[in-house]
């Protein structure tokens, strides 16, 4: 168990996939992870939601992929791009546990009609303790001021994914952490 326990720095928001290119090109780590806010064609309010990973590829490269999700967004209203911070070289199937907790958590809160990858949205197959930050590019926290529909404000700043002994599925959150 203690193999899965991951801590995810969170970086952004970004504004456009130009601006993850430039930030990311700069820094001395790679991101594995990222986060997708936005609206879809026609939409006047209803946001969509969409985790992803990238294994060996930065993730503004995975975005420019063809037929990625990234082109159903007709309004970008925020990126954000993750790393592991307590792992120096992340495996694919950390990442995809990862990715896999976040996004079925997010589909549980916000509903699985808003996360556009739905394929992914059941919780993974061990369990699983995931704690996120979230950074501003600057290095300053993320928390001055941010919507209640963003994405550091919906998803739990810890998710324990957890197995019990029956075999049953049981998922805890601690939305937000305090200062004290």
């Not at 001395?28 to 939601?49: E, V």
């Not at 993730?59 to 037929?67: A, E, F, Q, S």
């Amino acid at each position: 168990m203690e193999n899965n326990v991951y801590l995810v720095k969170w970086y952004g928001p970004f504004e456009s996939q130009e601006d993850v290119k430039d930030w990311e090109e700069e820094q001395q780590f790679k991101c594995s992870l990222y986060l997708i806010q936005g609206k879809l064609k026609y939409a006047k309010t209803r946001y969509k939601y969409y985790c992803g990973m990238s294994f060996k590829r930065f993730v503004y490269k995975r975005l420019k992929d063809k037929n990625h999700h990234i082109s159903d967004f007709e309004r970008l209203d925020s990126i954000y791009v993750g790393c592991l911070a307590n792992i120096k070289h992340p495996t694919k199937n950390q990442i995809l546990v990862i990715e896999n907790t976040i996004t079925a958590s997010l589909a549980y809160i916000v509903g699985k009609d808003n996360i556009l990858n739905e394929i992914n949205t059941l919780f993974p197959w061990e369990s699983v303790f995931v704690i996120n930050e979230w950074w501003k590019t600057t290095g300053e926290s993320v928390w001055s001021r941010q919507p209640k529909n963003t994405p550091p404000n919906i998803i739990p700043d810890v998710l324990t994914y957890h197995i019990n002994d029956e075999g049953e599925n049981e998922l805890y959150c601690c939305k937000k952490l305090k200062r004290i």
